[in-house]
């Protein structure tokens, strides 16, 4: 068990999920009479209120209908620009040029590296809901230990991109198939610093996405061949722990 | 899916290849899985390999494209 907070009850063919943070609590079940009957226990212990449906849970909006759940950001979102004084920006379309070009840029003059690293830290847990911007903030962390200008202004450049996009969020549609189908792709010696290449892999359940990741590789490798197969390795290590 | 068909080979057969043999081994161990049949890799065409995302700055329509394919949508396309 990778999170020491999910609890699982399995009684014949129910299952009653609940997840503690601490002193909040969301849970579902297969079947009412088991939510109930949890209600009734925690309740016998403890002073609680009950909430109702799923709204809001660590910063995350969830939105439920019967055909599809919604998860978003929103509000967190905003929430930075205004802590980072962006809320007047121009939007921006992508979150980095198609051609960005990074590097430790050393002659340059440093930044302050508290706001830097707070910025990414903050824009680190949004990925939660917005997979999207993953990489590029994963290119921006990489250089958290002697932020420049040019490092900066990439990181601005993600913010602008949320402007625009401060509604968006992952979409979970109930009925699709639960085929589980898991991408693998890299890059090629793209990091500039040392030639790591960098992999990322996406794991879908129907057209759910439930997983994914992007990483730097630890080694550097000689062809595409053995980069594309160091991920499929590590792509299937979680499909392995998925099942 | 992998869209790299001498990945895809390596995971299938044994063979030691001149250019492969510096592989550490504890990448090969989907060898042994593909073999259980725990799991399967097949070929995909880069232009819907939608881990692309992940590993390069792209060009804004095909950004825009994957985001869709992933699910990451605007909210007010529904509610």
Known sequence: MIDKTLFIKKSNSEIILVQIY????????????????????????FEMS???????????????????????????????????????????????????????????????????????????YLTTSRPDIMFAICLCARYQANPKESHFKAAKKILKYLKGTTNVGLWYPSHSSIHLISYSDSDFAGYKLDRKSTGGT???LGSSLISRHSKKQSCVALSTAEVE????????AQILWLK | M??????????????????????????????????NGDCEVKFIETKLQLADIFTKPLPKERFFFLRNELGILDSQNFF
Do not use: W
């Not at chain 2, 390596?10 to 081994?25: A, V």
């Open chain 1, 22 to 45: 601490v002193d909040d609590i969301i849970f579902d079940a297969t079947q009412d009479s088991l939510c109930k009957e949890f209600v009734a226990a925690m309740k016998d212990e």
């Open chain 1, 50 to 124: 009950m909430m109702g449906e799923l709204s809001f849970f660590l910063g995350l909006q969830v939105k439920q209908t019967k055909d599809e759940i919604f998860l978003c950001q929103s509000k967190y979102c905003k929430e930075i620009l205004k802590k980072f004084e962006m809320e007047k920006c121009n939007e921006a379309s992508t979150h980095m040029p198609s051609s960005c070009y990074m590097d430790a840029d050393a002659a340059r003059k440093g930044i302050d590296q508290t706001k830097y690293r707070g910025l990414i830290d903050s824009l680190l």
């Open chain 1, 202 to 204: 996406c794991h879908l």
């Open chain 1, 229 to 236: 197969y160091i991920v499929v390795v590590s792509c299937c």
């Open chain 2, 2 to 35: 992998c869209d790299n068909t001498s990945a895809i080979n390596l995971t299938k057969n044994q063979i030691q290849h001149s250019r492969t043999k510096h592989i550490e081994i504890r990448h090969h161990f989907i060898r042994d899985h593909v073999n």
